[in-house]
């Protein structure tokens, strides 16, 4: 039977990171630029078990993603580029069978080596299918300022592999930082173009109009702003220099380029087994029949924890907030949960800490990823002597939690 798909040749866009970068707020940057006559699609792989990122992009829509013409299909459990091809393949599959888009992003997750996923996109058979557009990657200075990440083989990896960089969250870096910046990127790949994002309006940059150093400044911004969104959104149109190349490589040898695709995924450790979907009602199917549902485990040098609580739980806001930040060196924390101040969407990581009030959902989900072995250094402190030991504090009390007796601290909060 003849595949209608690779005749499709639909625009596809990787936005990588690491984890916590900002890529949600990327991808709405460039959602937001979408006309409204025009089809799009997400796929969004999450290393956690409980899909939670489709929901935090919904509820940052103004309108209901049916009538703006965008498609979320989520794939949590696991890298969608570590064990197999067939997640990946499935996934894309469905996409452009089910919803015909007229343009594909893909976010893979922050802790996957991006090169996994270009190899992947590099095979023969999705060279007619995919027309692979510039890999954008976003990368956070407040990340980047500290030794950890600097020296961390995964956040190196997403600026390697990268066409454009977006970088965000730089406001503390002072001139000379923001060189040592681009001199360290350049090292990883000189050929990657850097944007720099746009900082964003202040509320009280909005309000005191009638003031005219006030109104000018609020000009000033909104026409960087402006630039910043219409450079990012070229950038969509743009072919991959990356992808390019890695395809000519997979033609040539297309056993050889398999095989790398193989050795990459066994050098990282091994990811959980099950794939799965939101928009089909199959995710979760397990958790689904018997919530609330909690899961644990670790990966790579992360510890991951989600939990799925049924509608009518309500957390106490202020206890709950207090007790996901009292967590043990923890890296990313996000979720939709129904509290006492309503319906709430977290998303916080060591620089941000943003919460909203969404529609109510079919139930809350929670999910943490805590780090072994480090520490958030927020004042990026690269002394030795004073890493060492907080270090080794953060290492023994995430290896030490007690899932059990956080289950109970959890449900403690329930009013």
Excluded at 376 to 402: G, H, Q
Aim: glycine fraction near 4%; include cysteine; aromatic fraction near 6%.
């Amino acid at each position: 039977m003849k595949n209608p798909i690779i005749f499709q040749n639909i625009p596809c866009t990787l936005v990588t990171g690491f984890l916590g970068a900002g890529k949600t707020t990327v991808i709405n940057q460039l959602l937001a630029t979408k006309s409204d006559d025009e089809r799009w699609a997400l796929l969004i792989n999450e290393f956690g078990r409980i899909g939670i990122d489709g929901a935090l992009l919904a509820s940052s829509q103004d309108n209901d993603l049916e009538q703006k013409n965008i498609a979320i299909r989520e794939v949590s459990g696991g890298c969608i580029c570590c064990t197999s091809q067939l997640p990946l393949q499935i996934a894309i599959s469905r996409l452009l069978s089910e919803h015909h888009p007229q343009r594909l992003l893909i976010e893979p997750t922050g802790l996957a080596h991006p090169r996994e996923l270009i190899l992947q996109l590099s095979a023969p058979h999705w060279q007619t299918a995919l027309k692979m557009n510039a890999v954008i990657t976003v990368l956070s200075g407040e990340q980047w300022q500290q030794i950890r990440y600097r020296d961390h083989d995964g956040f190196q990896a997403h600026v390697h592999d990268a066409d454009v960089l977006i970088i965000n969250r730089y406001v503390q870096l002072d001139t000379n930082e923001k060189q040592a910046l681009v001199e360290w990127i350049t090292k990883l790949n000189s050929q990657v173009k850097i944007i720099w994002a746009a900082s964003g309006l202040m509320a009280s940059e909005t309000t005191a109009s009638s003031d005219v150093h006030s109104s000018d400044k609020f000009v000033a911004n909104k026409l960087v702003a402006d630039a910043y969104s219409s450079t990012l959104n070229d950038q969509l149109n743009k072919p991959s220099s990356i992808i390019s190349n890695q395809r000519k490589i997979s033609i040539a040898h297309p056993q050889k380029s398999m095989i790398g695709v193989q050795s990459q995924a066994n050098s990282l450790a091994a990811a959980p087994s099950s794939s799965s979907s939101t928009d089909d009602g199959a995710a979760q199917s397990s958790a689904d029949s018997d919530l609330p549902y909690r899961y644990h485990e670790e990966q790579q040098d992360f510890q991951l924890a989600g939990w799925r609580l049924p509608a009518h739980y309500i957390l106490n806001a202020d206890d709950l907030q207090n007790w996901l930040l009292a967590l043990p060196n923890w890296q990313r924390i996000k979720g939709v949960v129904h509290t006492s101040d309503g319906w709430m969407k977290i998303n916080f990581n060591p620089g941000s800490l943003t919460t909203r009030t969404i529609d109510p959902q079919t139930d809350s989900r929670l999910e943490i990823i805590l780090q072994l072995g480090n520490t958030v250094d927020t004042n990026a402190v690269d002394k030795a002597t004073e890493k060492s030991e907080t270090e080794n504090d953060a290492k023994a009390s995430s290896a030490l939690i007690d899932w059990e007796e956080c289950d109970r601290e959890l449900m403690a909060l329930v009013i």
